[in-house]
Every structure is written in C-alpha cells, then in structure tokens.
C-alpha cells in the first residue's frame, strides 16, 4: 500500500492562488496513478484532476480547466495540484489519491489522504 499526505491547504482570497502537495510513501510511487479530488461542502466527492503514473497524460474536471495543473515528481514522490484564478466554488477538503487501475476510473483509487483544507473567501 502507499500512504498519502497532503499539504498547501488554507485560505485564500478570490482570484488568488494555492500550490497542494502530496507526499507519497510505502511503495513505489510511479507504479500509481494518481489525483486530486475534492469534497465541497454539502456535495458530493468529485473529481478534480488526474495524472497517468509516468506524467505524459492529464485530465481535468471541466470546472477547473485553464485554472489548475496537476503535476507529479516519481523521483521525489510527490503530487502536486497548483491552482490558480481561485473561486469561492472551489473551497472544498481536497484529497489526493493513488489508482492501482486508469487514472480516469475514480472506483479504482484505493487510496486516500487525509485532505487538507481549501477555502476560498469572495
């Protein structure tokens, strides 16, 4: 199993900017797809964006297209989220999270983080 930490969460004003990180561990981190996913208040879990385990593929919620970039570091072990042109719509506990399947099957992620915190003020 891998173990995930996030990181970078906190508040920020609209139209401003965060960097998430992930920290990976526990087992080989490139052998993961991986993603962010985000839990809104009083919404369900969605998907937020996805990486293939070498990088060369991205995919992104359409909400958040243009505004966030998913990036991972298979030498360091650690995913990242950067996001940018921030919304109040995107404050939400963000999770990271590995796939033992495609990256683009949310049933396959078998593993989570703990979430950290993004709020966006107006």
């Known amino acids: 199993q891998v173990q995930l930490v996030e990181s970078g969460g906190g508040l920020v004003q609209a139209g401003g900017s965060l960097r998430l990180s992930c920290a990976a561990s526990g087992r080989t981190f490139s052998s993961y797809a991986m993603a962010w996913f985000r839990h809104p208040p009083g919404k369900e879990r969605e998907f937020v964006a996805g990486?293939?385990?070498?990088?060369?593929?991205?995919a992104y919620a359409d909400s958040v297209k243009g505004r966030f970039t998913i990036s991972r570091d298979n030498a360091k072990n650690f995913l990242y989220l950067e996001m940018n042109s921030l919304r109040p719509e995107d404050t939400a506990v963000y999770y990271c999270?590995?796939?033992?399947?495609?990256?683009?099957?949310?049933?396959?992620?078998?593993?989570w983080g703990q979430g950290t915190q993004v709020t966006v003020s107006s």
């Open positions: 990486v293939t385990r070498n990088g060369a593929a991205r």
């Open positions: 999270a590995a796939s033992t399947g495609s990256v683009y099957n949310s049933n396959q992620y078998s593993y």
